[in-house]
């Protein structure tokens, strides 16, 4: 199908090209195994992503939402107990918080669109049981406070890594830097599966195990239940498929990379660019950059034939959804003056010079 952008905010076909084959076969593989749930390639898969993550173990499960909801509700928290998280993320971030059975406490972020460990620690109270960073668009959040936060309070410290798989904080990767992380495997996500998808990983082997009951019907033996749970299972030709990216992760972040600290320099000048802090390996799920004309900027790159997106236009605090929650709209000032900031562009590891090119034209073009 032809896209009607000249830059479109994705690039599937083009970013697999040097491994289609392989997805072909390991797809005819597994159709011809008739082993579709529970089997090698799932197993494979969680250990490869374990070992990648840098962490003893791993679980796959449906998608991130799954990942998140499941590993709350594995607390045993109670609606007193409270979590706290950035506001401005994706939805899940919260909805997992109130469907795991706790209460959702928002804390305001930096300028990097991450949670800020001071407003962390102005939101603590005797009900406070953990901590929900979210590694926003590749790039991780400030874990040696949030770590050190925690352990000062006695907290869970569960990373919301959905969008940051490679990405590292001063040498460790994420995943590895809480007491437990989740990772969304979507198509959006820099490793991804054909459909939904997600992932688990602690170095807490018996809190895993719980959690492989957990996805499964809470089933602990093929016909004994211990507990009433659902099916948010990761089927085996998703963890076929998704044996193949993980092979080729690093080289498409390393791509995404090179193309990221281009356009930091070109752009640099005219708005606000994702230049990584001390100790941050950036991954650049999404590349944001910040700019007061983003509503004029937004409309301007796509009549040129240039994707955009905002991630998020509405924070949660002021979802509908979070009415019952009594947040109002200047509680949390930085998150807010982002909302109408940020503007996210196309960046796909198969993206060509002359696209790169066009792209900052067009851009320097508008701010002349
Ligand atoms: C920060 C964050 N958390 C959680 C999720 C949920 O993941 P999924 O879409 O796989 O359910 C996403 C998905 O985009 C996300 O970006």
């Not at 840098?54 to 939402?65: L, R, S």
């Not at 959690?211 to 299972?233: A, F, M, Q, T, V």
Request: aromatic share 10%; charged share 30%; glycine share 4%.
């Amino acid at each position: 199908m032809k896209n009607r952008f000249k830059i479109p905010y994705t690039a599937f076909k083009d970013n697999q090209k040097s491994f289609r084959k392989e997805l072909i076969n390991v797809f005819t593989k597994t159709l011809d195994s008739g082993r579709y749930i529970a089997g090698p390639e799932l197993d494979k898969f969680e250990k490869e992503f374990a070992k990648y993550c840098e962490v003893k173990k791993a679980t796959g499960v449906a998608n991130g939402t799954c990942a998140l909801h499941l590993t709350i509700k594995d607390f045993n928290l109670t609606s007193e107990d409270e979590v706290i998280t950035a506001p401005n993320s994706f939805f899940s971030s919260a909805s997992s918080i109130e469907l795991g059975g706790a209460k959702i406490i928002f804390a305001d972020v930096n300028d990097d669109l991450n949670i800020n460990p001071d407003e962390i620690e102005k939101r603590i109270t005797k009900r406070t049981k953990m901590i929900m960073p979210v590694h926003l668009t590749g790039r991780p959040a400030k874990m040696k406070r949030i770590t050190e936060i925690a352990k000062k309070h006695n907290l869970i410290v569960l990373e919301d890594a959905a969008q940051s798989v490679g990405a590292k904080y001063f040498g460790k990767k994420v995943g590895s830097l809480g007491d437990v992380a989740t990772f969304s495997l979507h198509p959006l996500k820099n490793l991804h599966a054909y459909g939904d998808a997600g992932i688990l990983v602690s170095n807490n082997e018996k809190l895993v195990n719980n959690l492989k009951i957990r996805k499964n019907h809470g089933l602990s033996k093929r016909d004994r239940c211990e507990y009433w749970s659902y099916n948010c299972r990761l089927d085996e030709l998703q963890a076929a498929l998704l044996r193949v990216q993980l092979k080729n992760l690093d080289k498409q972040i390393k791509k995404k990379r090179k193309l990221a600290q281009i356009l930091n320099e070109e752009l640099n000048e005219i708005v606000n660019v994702p230049f990584e802090n001390e100790g941050e390996f950036h991954v650049y799920q999404t590349y944001v950059i910040q700019s007061e004309a983003r509503d004029k900027l937004k409309e301007y790159l796509i009549s040129k034939g240039i994707e955009a997106f905002i991630h998020y236009p509405v924070p949660l605090h002021l979802q509908p959804a979070a009415k019952d929650l009594n947040y109002s709209a200047n509680e949390f000032p930085k998150t807010m003056e982002l909302s109408s900031k940020i503007l996210s562009l196309p960046l796909y590891p198969s993206m060509k010079e002359d696209k790169l090119e066009y792209l900052i034209k067009t851009f320097k073009k508008f701010f002349k």
